[in-house]
């Protein structure tokens, strides 16, 4: 499968529209090409924001009147005689016939259930195995989509906050939260504050603001802290994701030039630490951020 023919099936793919070995191929393709991968991650992004503007939309809301009108013929529903007691009037005298009709009718649906049950599921079997085969290659395309994640942002740490080589001029938190994401207001306080909070000394006093701001790397805004912490230059990095969330276990990972990045995700936000301390201390910053973050983005409007 080429570039060409998977944005041909992009949109299939993302509304789950494809067979499972058409399915299989896009991903073997995602996993080799990260151009196809951004704009895979672009057009998810594009649908999930059309979704929650649509379902947010004044005129998509059910009109209350009807609404309450349909919960009152439901409930007069509910409230009616059952089936029974309209085929034997007040219950006490039962035509005969109705009750043979019944029994053979009842006798009919016990065998064929009995029947059903005996039947080796094959059909059922074989969907089960479908749906495993495609659960691990969905499992393996969000590593893979993580580790591009993680990439972008030790790229973004190297590019901006160690040398100054960004193509875009970067703007203030408070212009990307009006533009990019609500999440950028306050997110250098909140995130400081975090760390002066921390029950380890070491964070806490050794843990000096240098800036803060919002840039793009390779064609991702992140959210941009950039800290002094044990004499070294650490960022800390947010950016939006439709990655499927896992747990918020943080994830690390070594880079060349002895860069490390500790990561996590909260919600549709994924978090890194990244610098050239040890592995352990960058896990610790983590830590202490991680709570906050997560207060943070899941605030109304953010």
Request: charged share 25%; net charge negative.
């Amino acid at each position: 499968m080429d570039c060409k023919e998977l944005k041909a099936m992009m949109d299939s793919y993302i509304s789950d529209e494809l067979l499972i070995e058409t399915n299989h191929d896009v991903l073997r393709h995602l996993e080799n090409c990260p151009g196809c991968r951004n704009e895979m991650s672009d057009r998810r992004e594009l649908k999930m924001r059309l979704r929650q503007t649509f379902r947010g939309a004044a005129e998509t809301q059910i009109d209350p009147i009807f609404a309450a009108r349909m919960t009152t013929n439901l409930r007069d529903l509910a409230l009616r005689p059952g089936a029974w007691t309209r085929l034997t009037g007040d219950g006490r005298f039962l035509n005969v016939r109705t009750v043979a009709v019944s029994f053979a009718c009842i006798l009919v649906l016990v065998l064929g259930g009995v029947i059903w049950l005996y039947q080796p599921p094959m059909s059922a079997l074989n969907t089960e195995i479908q749906n495993t085969n495609t659960n691990v290659d969905l499992a393996k395309a969000v590593r893979v989509s993580w580790s591009e994640l993680t990439t972008q942002a030790v790229g973004d740490h190297e590019n901006c906050a160690v040398e100054f080589h960004l193509k875009e001029v970067p703007i203030t938190l408070d212009e990307a939260a009006i533009n990019h994401g609500a999440y950028n207001k306050d997110l250098d306080k909140v995130m400081m504050a975090a760390f002066k909070a921390d029950p380890s000394t070491l964070v806490s006093a050794d843990t000096e603001f240098i800036e803060s701001h919002s840039c793009v790397y390779e064609g991702r805004r992140f959210a941009h802290i950039v800290v002094r912490h044990k004499g070294k230059m650490v960022s800390l990095l947010v950016t939006e994701t439709v990655v499927p969330a896992g747990n918020l276990a943080i994830q690390t990972a070594k880079f060349d030039r002895a860069m490390n990045s500790a990561g996590f995700q909260v919600g549709e936000h994924a978090v890194f630490i990244v610098s050239q301390l040890a592995d352990g201390d960058n896990v610790t910053l983590a830590k202490a951020v991680a709570p906050a973050m997560r207060l943070h983005v899941e605030k109304p409007g953010a």
